[in-house]
C-alpha cells in the first residue's frame, strides 16, 4: 500500500469508527471489564487500581498509602453498585443531564478520531486558497499625531492647522511634537499596528485617510471624531495574503474543526439510517406551546 492511498484509508469515517470500537474495547478490558449494568459481578482491574491512585497522585502530589488506597477502590466499587442500581431503577432515563453528558462523550471520541491524522501541507494549501480572506493580512501604520482642538481654537482651527503644519514640514521627520498643539486623552506616537486599532481610537474616516498616507512628511489636517490631527507616517504595510509557513497553526485549527463538524454530521447521517424516526407533533389547538398547521405524525 503506497503513502497517499494509506492516508485516504486512515482518514475514512468507518476507519475511525472502527478505531474508537477498539479504544473502547480496550478500555474495558484495561479497567477489568465489569460485566454490564445487570451483572452483579464486579471486577476491578489494576488499570482501574492504577487510574484512581494516579488521580490521587495528581490531587495530592503524593502517592496514596494503602488504607487511602482501599478508600479509594471502596468508593468506586459504590459508585459502581449505585451507578447499576440507578440505572437499572431506570433513573438515567428521560434525565436531560446524563443524556447530555453521554451525548457530549460519543461525539468527543469522534472529534478526536477526526483528528487522528493530521493535514497533510497539501490539504493546508487548499484550504488556504479557499479561504483566503479569513487570512489576509490587513494594512499596519506605525504613525505620529498632533491634535488640534475646534472647542479651544474655535474659527481659527483651519488656520492654525496650516501654520502648524508649515511648522511641522519644516523640522521634518526629526521634529519633537512634545508640546505642540492641543491635549487629548490619546497619545501622539502610535507603533506599526493594524489599521482596525486607529479606526477603533480615531473612527473609520481617519483611518481611510491614514491607509493612503506615504510614509516620510507630515500631512494634513485629517479630521476625526475629536478634531483635527496632522500626521507623520513613519511606516506602512500594504495588506497582503500570508504565505502558509505564516499562519499553518491558524489554517491547521480551522481545517480540523471543518473536520471534527464533517466527521460529526456523517455519524448522525449514518447513525439515522439505522433508526425508524417517528415524530407526533401535538394538536396545535390544544397546545400553547406548538403553534402553526397540525402536520400529524412525520416519519424519519
Do not use: C
Amino acid at each position: 500500500m503506497t503513502q497517499s492511498r494509506r492516508r485516504r484509508w486512515l482518514r475514512e469515517p468507518l476507519v475511525h469508527f472502527l478505531l474508537i470500537g477498539a479504544a473502547l474495547f480496550l478500555l474495558f478490558r484495561w479497567t477489568g471489564g465489569s460485566g454490564g449494568p445487570d451483572s452483579n459481578r464486579i471486577v476491578i482491574g489494576p488499570g482501574q487500581v492504577e487510574h484512581l491512585a494516579v488521580g490521587f497522585s495528581r490531587t495530592w502530589r503524593r502517592p496514596p498509602t494503602p488504607e487511602e488506597l482501599k478508600g479509594l477502590i471502596d468508593d468506586y466499587v459504590r459508585e459502581e453498585m449505585a451507578t447499576r442500581e440507578a440505572r437499572s431503577m431506570g433513573l438515567d432515563r428521560e434525565d436531560t443531564v446524563i443524556r447530555r453528558r453521554l451525548r457530549q462523550k460519543l461525539e468527543f471520541l469522534v472529534e478526536d478520531a477526526a483528528e487522528a491524522v493530521p493535514p497533510t501541507d497539501a490539504e493546508l494549501q487548499a484550504w488556504l486558497d479557499t479561504h483566503p480572506e479569513d487570512y489576509r493580512r490587513e494594512p499596519e501604520v506605525a504613525f505620529e499625531q498632533v491634535f488640534l482642538s475646534p472647542d479651544r481654537r474655535g474659527d481659527d482651527l483651519e488656520a492654525d492647522a496650516q501654520k502648524l503644519l508649515q511648522q511641522l514640514q519644516a523640522l521634518g521627520p526629526d521634529a519633537d511634537i512634545e508640546g505642540l498643539g492641543d491635549s487629548i486623552m490619546l497619545p501622539g506616537d502610535f507603533d506599526l499596528a493594524p489599521l482596525t486599532v486607529a479606526a477603533r481610537m480615531f473612527g473609520a474616516e481617519f483611518a481611510e485617510r491614514l491607509g493612503e498616507l506615504e510614509p516620510g512628511s507630515w500631512v494634513g489636517p485629517i479630521p476625526s471624531g475629536y478634531g483635527l490631527h496632522l500626521v507623520f507616517v513613519r511606516e506602512r504595510i500594504e495588506g497582503r495574503e500570508p504565505e502558509l509557513d505564516d499562519i499553518r497553526d491558524a489554517v491547521a485549527r480551522d481545517l480540523l474543526t471543518r473536520r471534527r463538524k464533517e466527521q460529526l454530521e456523517a455519524m448522525y447521517e449514518r447513525l439515522l439510517e439505522q433508526y425508524d424516526v417517528v415524530i407526533d407533533m401535538p394538536d396545535p389547538e390544544k397546545s400553547s406551546a406548538v403553534g402553526g398547521p397540525d402536520d400529524s405524525a412525520e416519519t424519519r
